[in-house]
């Protein structure tokens, strides 16, 4: 697994969790709305964790969470 971006899916990670509780959503709904297990979104939303996900993966997850998918991928310095 290519580690170049590491902190970038992170980040990611962390901007799944902030707009899913905006949403008043567990991570369970989340995991279920996706067809997904639980354990795969703990994994991308763990601050200490770098888990990569397909572009496929992050306009799904976008669509549920009701936001434009460049939102999880823009990172203010």
Known sequence: MNKDFKDDYIKIGL???YYRKLKSMTQEQLAEKLNCGVSFIGQIEA???YKAISLDT???IARELDIPAYKLLYFEN
Do not use: E
């Open 15 to 17: 901007k799944i969790s």
């Open 58 to 60: 992050l306009f799904k």
């Open 47 to 49: 601050p200490n964790i």
